[in-house]
């Protein structure tokens, strides 16, 4: 069965601290995509960062990196100097090879403290 | 670029009326999604289409639930009737093609059943 898990409902991080997301996955496919979304109180789905299965590099983008360790089946987000307006939900999420939909985990409600 | 566009942002009916939800997609993106995201869940898949065709709706509650999108454009989903349990936010997203594609979400539409 194709899965995401995100074991960390909360998570409190400092004001300009980094903090990292944890994210597993379950898929038989040798091809697939890995997403990062961010969804602040106003409900919308924005998009952080993209790792692709075969991409041997993980993928940075500004602030944002994904730790990708396919052996282990992990792909956790490191948010580096953290602010204030990333408070928000996070949500891992698998695009399994055959078809475009997204598989999304839980989520995690990240609280930045000043 | 203009986004995703969603109507009504908000929707309060009672048990067993009738509802339909509006999407515009991203000008030019062929493939468009309906997500239902319960509170305190990860959005779930409902349909997706592939210009006017449907590609997946293997977890829309088919009794209840019905989507089109005539042109390959624009999309509506209808609830007839609704229940308690269909209270949760829809979220329409569309991105440029099947496969790994980045998929852009609307603010989404908050449906709460009486």
């Known amino acids: 069965a194709q899965k995401i898990t995100q074991t960390q409902p909360g998570m409190f991080v400092q004001e300009k601290e980094a903090v990292t997301l944890d994210c597993t996955y379950d898929?038989?496919?040798?091809?697939?995509?890995l997403f990062w979304y961010k969804q602040p109180s106003s409900g919308e789905m924005i998009f952080l960062i993209y790792q692709g299965s075969y991409d041997e590099q993980n993928a940075t983008e500004g602030r944002y990196s994904l730790n990708f360790q396919k052996a282990r089946k992990s792909a956790n987000l490191v948010i580096s100097a953290s602010q204030l307006g990333d408070s928000a939900m996070y949500f891992c999420a698998m695009r399994p090879n055959q078809g475009g939909k997204l598989i999304f985990g839980q989520g995690t409600e990240l609280s930045v403290k000043p | 670029e203009a986004g995703v566009a969603q109507s009504p942002r908000y929707k309060i009916i009672e048990k067993r009326q009738s509802v339909a939800f509006w999407c515009n997609p991203i000008s030019g993106h062929a493939t468009l999604y309906w997500y239902q995201q319960i509170l305190g869940q990860g959005p779930k898949l409902l349909i997706q289409?592939?210009?006017?065709?449907?590609?997946?709706d293997s977890q829309l509650p088919k009794d209840r639930f019905s989507a089109e999108r005539l042109k390959g454009v624009d999309s509506t989903l209808k609830i007839q009737p609704a229940k308690l349990e269909d209270s949760a936010v829809y979220l329409c997203?569309?991105?440029?093609?099947?496969?790994?594609?980045?998929?852009?979400f609307g603010p989404g539409t908050r449906l709460t059943v009486t």
């Open positions: 997203a569309s991105s440029r093609d099947r496969g790994f594609y980045e998929q852009y």
């Open positions: 898929t038989s496919d040798q091809s697939y995509g």
């Open positions: 289409f592939q210009n006017n065709g449907v590609v997946d």
